[in-house]
C-alpha cells in the first residue's frame, strides 16, 4: 500500500511538472471567466490535469453577469462551488416586479416550479421558495478563480492567448499560442476549451453564425436607490415605446441600472443631446418615483458604461481537439439574466458527458466529437428555453408596433391573474422548469388572453363580460 501511494505521488508530481514546466495537460481552457474556471474545477476534480489561461487576473468591471437565476445558483451547487456566492456582499433575488406604464405586478419564484412533490396540499407545508443571486461581477469572478486555484490539478497562468495550434494536416487543434510579458508561449493539450467570452477572437474560425446585436445596455450603478421591491429584478416598461429598463440590487448599498437603448434611437441622436439626453429627458421621467433621485444622482456623477446586447445561435463543435462554449458560441439577449444558468448547467452536462467513465483519454476525438454532439442536443431542454424566452421578451418588451403592443399589454394582464399565469413563466425564465412545452402553452396562452381583451375593448360597454367588474383597458386609462 505504501508503494501504491508513494507511485501515485509520483505520477501527480510528474503531472504538475508537465503543466508547469512543459506546459501540457490534458484540458488547456482559455478565459478564467464564468464558464472556463467553472469547467476547469469540474475537470480538474475529476482528475484531469487543466491549464487555465487568461490575459488579466485583476478583477473585471463589467455591467452585466449580475444576476444568477435559481436554476444557475442549483448548477453552482452541483460544481460545488455555491460558496463562491458569499463573502462579495451578494443579494438573495426573490423575484421580478414588472412595472408596466406605472402598474406593478409582482411575480415571485414559484414554490414548485419543477413539478416535484405536492407541498401546500392536505396540510403539507409548501417548500421554501427558490432564490438567485445579484452580486458585483467582478468579485464573484475572483471567488471562481481562487477556487480554480485551489481545485488539484489545475494551474492558471496569466497570458494572453493569441493563436491556436493546430495540425497542419488533420486540422486537429493541439493546444494555443499566447504572449506571456510580451515574449511568445505555447500550451498544449488534448482539448482545447475556448471560453473567451461574447468578444470572442476565436469565434469566427469555427461558427459560421454572424453575432447580431442591435441595441446596447447602457449600465448606471445607482447608490443608496429605494426600489419599490427589493431583493426582486424591476423591468420598468414605459408608455412612452421606451425599450425596458432594469433595476437590481448588487451590494448592500448599489443598485444596477441597465437602460436598453435601440441602434438609431431618435431621442439618443448626438443632436437631442446624446445617449445622456436621452437617459436624462426621456428615461428618467419614467422610473419609479423612489429610484428617481439615485439615477440622476448617478447620471451626474456621469459613470456610464455600455454593452452590446448580442444573440449568436448555438453550434455543434465539429473540430477535434476544440470546445467553444459560453459567450464564445451561444448568446441570448441580457433582459431575462439567463447566460450564467445556462454556463454553469453547460458545466454540469459536459462534466458528465466527459467524465474519465465514459471518456478515458481525451486524445480520442472521435469519441470527443460524439459526446459534444450529444450535448448539442441535451443541453437544449434548458437552453432553448432560455434563449427563445429572453429573445421572444424582449421583442415583446422592446415593441413599438401596434399589434405588439397589443401583446404587451396582454402580457402584462395574464401576469395579473397570478397562479400558473405567472409562475409557469418565471419558473421558464429562472432555469427551474426545462420544459419547452410549458413555454409554447404560455405563448399561446398570452396571445389568445392579448386577443380576447382587445374584443372586450372593442365592444360596447353595455354588451362586455366586464362591464361593471372594474376592467378598463390599460390603453384607455389616464
Given at each position: 500500500?505504501?508503494?501504491?501511494?508513494?507511485?501515485?505521488?509520483?505520477?501527480?508530481?510528474?503531472?504538475?511538472?508537465?503543466r508547469?514546466?512543459?506546459?501540457?495537460?490534458?484540458?488547456?481552457?482559455?478565459?478564467?471567466?464564468?464558464?472556463?474556471?467553472?469547467?476547469?474545477?469540474?475537470?480538474?476534480?475529476?482528475?484531469?490535469?487543466?491549464?487555465?489561461?487568461?490575459?488579466?487576473l485583476?478583477?473585471?468591471?463589467?455591467?452585466?453577469?449580475e444576476?444568477?437565476?435559481?436554476?444557475?445558483?442549483?448548477?453552482?451547487?452541483?460544481?460545488?462551488?455555491?460558496h463562491?456566492?458569499e463573502g462579495?456582499?451578494?443579494?438573495?433575488?426573490?423575484?421580478y416586479?414588472?412595472?408596466?406604464?406605472?402598474?406593478?405586478?409582482?411575480?415571485?419564484?414559484?414554490?414548485?416550479?419543477?413539478g416535484?412533490?405536492?407541498?401546500?396540499?392536505?396540510?403539507?407545508?409548501?417548500?421554501?421558495?427558490p432564490?438567485?443571486?445579484?452580486?458585483?461581477?467582478g468579485?464573484?469572478?475572483?471567488q471562481l478563480?481562487?477556487?480554480?486555484?485551489?481545485?488539484?490539478?489545475?494551474?492558471?497562468?496569466?497570458?494572453k492567448?493569441?493563436?491556436?495550434?493546430?495540425?497542419c494536416?488533420?486540422?486537429?487543434?493541439?493546444?494555443?499560442?499566447?504572449?506571456?510579458?510580451?515574449?511568445?508561449?505555447?500550451?498544449?493539450g488534448?482539448?482545447?476549451?475556448?471560453?473567451?467570452?461574447?468578444?470572442?477572437?476565436?469565434?469566427?474560425r469555427?461558427?459560421?453564425?454572424?453575432?447580431?446585436?442591435?441595441?446596447?445596455?447602457?449600465?448606471?450603478?445607482?447608490?443608496?436607490a429605494?426600489?419599490?421591491?427589493p431583493?426582486h429584478?424591476?423591468?420598468v416598461?414605459?408608455?412612452?415605446?421606451?425599450?425596458?429598463?432594469l433595476?437590481?440590487?448588487?451590494?448592500?448599498?448599489?443598485?444596477?441600472?441597465l437602460i436598453?437603448?435601440?441602434?438609431?434611437?431618435?431621442?439618443?441622436?448626438v443632436?437631442?443631446?446624446?445617449?445622456?439626453?436621452?437617459?436624462?429627458?426621456?428615461?428618467?421621467?419614467?422610473?419609479?418615483?423612489?429610484?428617481?433621485p439615485?439615477?440622476?444622482?448617478?447620471?451626474?456623477?456621469?459613470?456610464l458604461?455600455?454593452?452590446p446586447?448580442?444573440?449568436?445561435?448555438?453550434?455543434?463543435?465539429k473540430?477535434?481537439?476544440?470546445?467553444?462554449?459560453?459567450?464564445?458560441?451561444?448568446?441570448?439577449?441580457?433582459?431575462?439574466g439567463g447566460?450564467m444558468?445556462?454556463?454553469?448547467n453547460?458545466?454540469?452536462?459536459?462534466?458528465?458527458?466527459?467524465?474519465?467513465?465514459?471518456?478515458p483519454?481525451?486524445d480520442?476525438?472521435?469519441?470527443?466529437?460524439?459526446?459534444?454532439s450529444t450535448?448539442?442536443?441535451?443541453?437544449k431542454?434548458?437552453?432553448?428555453?432560455?434563449?427563445?424566452?429572453?429573445?421572444?421578451?424582449?421583442?415583446?418588451?422592446?415593441?413599438?408596433?401596434?399589434?405588439?403592443?397589443?401583446?404587451?399589454?396582454?402580457?402584462?394582464?395574464?401576469?395579473?391573474?397570478?397562479?400558473?399565469?405567472?409562475?409557469?413563466?418565471?419558473?421558464?425564465?429562472?432555469?427551474?422548469?426545462r420544459?419547452p412545452l410549458?413555454?409554447?402553452?404560455?405563448?399561446?396562452?398570452?396571445?389568445?388572453?392579448?386577443?380576447?381583451?382587445?374584443?372586450?375593448?372593442?365592444?360596447?360597454?353595455?354588451?362586455?363580460?366586464?362591464?361593471?367588474?372594474?376592467?378598463?383597458?390599460l390603453?384607455?386609462?389616464?
Amino acid at each position: 500500500m505504501l508503494d501504491f501511494t508513494a507511485t501515485d505521488t509520483n505520477v501527480a508530481q510528474a503531472v504538475e511538472t508537465r503543466r508547469i514546466l512543459h506546459h501540457e495537460a490534458d484540458v488547456v481552457v482559455v478565459g478564467a471567466g464564468i464558464m472556463g474556471c467553472a469547467v476547469a474545477v469540474a475537470m480538474g476534480k475529476q482528475g484531469r490535469s487543466v491549464l487555465l489561461l487568461e490575459k488579466s487576473l485583476k478583477e473585471p468591471d463589467r455591467i452585466v453577469g449580475e444576476l444568477l437565476q435559481p436554476g444557475g445558483v442549483s448548477a453552482l451547487e452541483k460544481l460545488g462551488l455555491r460558496h463562491c456566492l458569499e463573502g462579495i456582499d451578494s443579494i438573495r433575488v426573490k423575484g421580478y416586479e414588472v412595472i408596466y406604464q406605472g402598474e406593478p405586478v409582482h411575480i415571485p419564484y414559484p414554490h414548485n416550479a419543477g413539478g416535484q412533490g405536492k407541498g401546500g396540499q392536505h396540510g403539507h407545508q409548501l417548500p421554501p421558495r427558490p432564490e438567485g443571486r445579484s452580486f458585483h461581477h467582478g468579485r464573484f469572478i475572483q471567488q471562481l478563480r481562487q477556487a480554480a486555484r485551489e481545485t488539484p490539478n489545475v494551474t492558471i497562468v496569466e497570458t494572453k492567448a493569441t493563436e491556436l495550434v493546430q495540425n497542419c494536416i488533420t486540422g486537429e487543434v493541439l493546444g494555443v499560442e499566447s504572449k506571456t510579458d510580451g515574449k511568445p508561449d505555447y500550451y498544449f493539450g488534448h482539448l482545447t476549451i475556448v471560453a473567451d467570452g461574447y468578444a470572442s477572437k476565436f469565434r469566427k474560425r469555427f461558427i459560421r453564425h454572424d453575432v447580431i446585436a442591435r441595441s446596447k445596455f447602457y449600465g448606471l450603478e445607482l447608490v443608496d436607490a429605494q426600489l419599490p421591491r427589493p431583493e426582486h429584478g424591476h423591468v420598468v416598461l414605459s408608455s412612452e415605446g421606451l425599450a425596458p429598463v432594469l433595476l437590481y440590487q448588487i451590494g448592500t448599498h448599489e443598485t444596477r441600472a441597465l437602460i436598453d437603448v435601440p441602434d438609431r434611437t431618435p431621442t439618443a441622436s448626438v443632436e437631442r443631446g446624446g445617449v445622456k439626453g436621452h437617459l436624462r429627458h426621456v428615461v428618467l421621467p419614467s422610473l419609479p418615483t423612489c429610484v428617481q433621485p439615485a439615477f440622476s444622482a448617478a447620471l451626474d456623477k456621469g459613470a456610464l458604461r455600455s454593452m452590446p446586447n448580442s444573440f449568436l445561435p448555438p453550434s455543434t463543435n465539429k473540430t477535434p481537439g476544440l470546445v467553444l462554449l459560453g459567450d464564445a458560441m451561444n448568446m441570448r439577449h441580457p433582459l431575462t439574466g439567463g447566460g450564467m444558468t445556462v454556463a454553469f448547467n453547460d458545466v454540469v452536462l459536459l462534466s458528465q458527458l466527459l467524465h474519465p467513465s465514459v471518456v478515458p483519454s481525451l486524445d480520442d476525438t472521435r469519441l470527443v466529437l460524439r459526446q459534444m454532439s450529444t450535448f448539442h442536443w441535451r443541453r437544449k431542454r434548458l437552453s432553448s428555453v432560455i434563449n427563445i424566452l429572453a429573445q421572444a421578451l424582449y421583442a415583446l418588451f422592446a415593441a413599438n408596433d401596434p399589434q405588439l403592443k397589443v401583446l404587451q399589454m396582454g402580457c402584462f394582464r395574464y401576469f395579473q391573474k397570478g397562479g400558473q399565469c405567472i409562475d409557469g413563466p418565471v419558473g421558464l425564465l429562472a432555469g427551474i422548469i426545462r420544459q419547452p412545452l410549458v413555454l409554447l402553452y404560455h405563448f399561446y396562452a398570452v396571445a389568445l388572453y392579448s386577443i380576447w381583451i382587445l374584443v372586450l375593448a372593442s365592444l360596447p360597454a353595455f354588451l362586455s363580460p366586464s362591464a361593471g367588474k372594474g376592467f378598463v383597458p390599460l390603453s384607455d386609462r389616464s
